[in-house]
Every structure is written in structure tokens, then in C-alpha cells.
């Protein structure tokens, strides 16, 4: 899956597909085939982190 390169919109699917999957992270990414590592980066330059035991980026 190609996520969008805007993190705030990535932000936004990725939390609702986390929330209504009832998945987490590591999931999600071999679910959509989305590289963990390249995610993280993108979204702690946003100012996002992953919660894990929240099950999403705040």
C-alpha cells in the first residue's frame, strides 16, 4: 500500500485503521505491505509517536 506522503493524513488512516481493525502496528504494516521503519520516520518528523499500548500515533 502506498501511504500518503502528507503525515498528518497518514496520521489519520492509519489511527482509524489501527482503531476499527482492533490491530496493532506491527499488523497493520504486514497487513498493507507499508515498511514499519520508513513509517516511524515519517511520522516522528510530524511530531508523531507510536503508543502501544494505546494501539496508535499520538
Known amino acids: ?4 506522503k502528507d503525515p498528518f493524513i497518514a496520521l489519520s488512516l ?8 482492533g490491530i496493532d502496528l506491527d499488523d497493520y ?3 498493507k505491505d507499508v515498511n514499519k521503519k520508513e513509517l516511524l520516520s515519517m511520522m516522528r518528523g510530524a511530531g508523531f509517536e507510536y503508543d502501544s499500548d494505546r494501539r496508535c500515533f499520538r
Open 1 to 4: 500500500m502506498n501511504l500518503p
Open 14 to 21: 492509519i489511527n482509524t485503521a489501527l482503531r476499527d481493525g
Open 29 to 31: 504494516c504486514a497487513e
